[in-house]
């Protein structure tokens, strides 16, 4: 997801039940024993009425004994019938509170046993307040009035409009995915489309996807229109590009088609293969910004051209595939593995197409934004909520500190260390080719484990000061006579040894600083020095600190005077203001 321009202080979540407002809670021992083989989700969506109509049907194994089964869905979608092996069970069988629906199983399950179940629900889907950040159905009008439908459900999470487990470790293996709209609308979905089929006024889209990323599977309905090409990957296999675009747009989705097979080609040479070959990269046109629905980007950045010459939300959402879709966090806290590094192949996509200025230069952009008042990587529990408390900072920093950290990482371990443990990180493996790989979730600690056995170093330093503690490493320098002292100051229990580099004039030296401290002696009292002159490491900065609390004031006055004047507006008309 693209990272928000403004967070809001509290989200608009009063309409949600705790359950449903947030994703990725902690599963209980029901839901962990259920896995996932086969669902068949039928979808009949009606942009008349902005209702859905649906109904799950489940393949369940045991992975431990069943006595029932427990799935999320928001409760504003009622049920209407539950069954289990082709009997409909009485309403007493099964239940539906606050976001969490249980079914009584008639015969409970065996560890390896297998049941069907399948669960008819509808309604009026929740609107989305603010798409992609703030999620549910977004239900829009084309330029010639055509519906214009997309789903969004990142941070709440899938139990928006679908039922499921809420949670990033339940996949299911297999999704036939069957959406039926109006006669001349199109459902762009994931993975494979096999058909479609049209009566009585209604065209039904099939799509089969393999193991889908939860909130990654979306519905995309429009009048589209289709742009297409075929890409020869590096690996030997042709990838099949697809771009469904709004009437009136060709020009701009063929030229971004053309634009994705660069892409492709930098994803592929720098990281590893594309995980859904045998599917679809796909892009969608949205009304909403941008979002990493798996095999089916959905984009929204209205063609628009970028000095760089590349389209920045695209490229972050197809970065996406490799971060969130083949690699997914294990917790909500690990979030920065998925916005992070996929923000960082950013930097590293524009020094791969234009060289290391262009990097740097996004880099430095990057910096402006780091905010650090609460940890990366929380060891506690997070609740995806904390994406848009703007006081937090956190739903930024998931971004921008978490690329810093890797470009300071890559720094500190050599491009040969650091890419392989990317890849063994997204494929499980250092020698990724199509076919040879599954779908990873990892955590921040199993990314340590990773770099870690590539170095042969113990880099809890590291990862505590610039994952489990706020703030970041501030550097001390200090000058008796013609010695230069150097000293990190961590939240870290632990020494940051994290070397740094003087530039004395025309040399550059390296300080080990293996306890946190250095010292280095100058060619004179007053020698000109610059501290990390390549910008190597992430570090508190004062003079970005500083601009940090400008710009936050006079982002409060703005607001202020906006909402003054709001309310000056509702007194003139005649309704009460608000002080």
Known sequence: MAASAAFAAERPDADLPSRTSESGAPLDATQQAMDLPHLLLAVDVDPQAKTISAVADYTIRAASPLAKFEFDLDPRLAISQVTVDGVVLPAASWSSKEGLVSIDLPKSLATGETAKVAISYGGTPRVAPRP????????????????????????????????????????????????????????????????????????????????????????????????????????????????????????????????????????????????????????????????????????????????????????????????????????????????????????????????????????????????????????????SNLYEDREAGWGGDIYTKGAWVAHTLRHLIGDKAFFTSIRRLVYGRADPRPGNFDLQVASTADFRKIVEQETGRDLGWFFDAYFRTAALPRLEATRTGKTLSLDWKTESKLPFAMPVEVEVGDKTLTVSMANGHGSLELPSADSHVILDPNAKVLRYDPAIAAWQVQEDAKRKAKEAAAKKKAAAAKDVNGQPGTN
Request: proline share 6%; hydrophobic share 35%; with cysteine.
């Open 132 to 383: 992609p950040w703030i999620g549910g159905f977004t239900w829009a009008k084309t330029e010639q009035g055509k519906p214009w439908i997309s789903t969004t459900d990142q941070l709440e999470g899938c139990d928006l409009w679908w039922l499921c487990l809420d949670n990033p470790s339940k996949r299911v293996d297999t999704l036939d995915l069957a959406v039926t709209v109006p006669e001349g609308l199109v459902d762009a979905s994931n993975g494979l489309l096999l058909g479609s089929e049209t009566a009585n006024g209604k065209t039904t889209w099939r799509w089969r996807a393999r193991k889908p990323n939860n909130y990654g599977i979306s519905l995309q309905i429009g009048p589209y229109e289709l742009a297409e090409a075929d890409y020869q990957s590096r690996f030997g296999n042709t990838l099949p590009v697809r771009f469904w675009y709004l009437p009136g747009h060709k020009a701009g989705a063929e030229r971004l088609v053309r634009e994705m097979e660069t892409y492709l080609d930098f994803f592929e040479s720098t990281i590893g293969p594309y995980p859904w070959s045998n599917e679809k990269v796909g892009i969608v046109e949205t009304p909403h910004k941008g979002m990493e629905h798996q095999t089916i980007n959905a984009y929204g950045n209205k063609y628009e051209l970028a000095p760089e010459g590349y389209d920045q939300l695209m490229q972050h959402e197809f970065s996406h595939e490799w971060f969130a879709n083949q690699l997914s966090n294990k917790t909500t806290a690990d979030m920065w593995l998925q916005e992070g590094l996929g923000t960082y192949m950013q930097p590293l996509y524009l020094g791969w197409k234009d060289g290391p200025a262009a990097y740097t230069a996004m880099m430095w952009q990057l910096r402006k934004g780091i905010r650090s008042k609460v940890p990366l990587a929380p060891r506690e529990f997070v609740s």
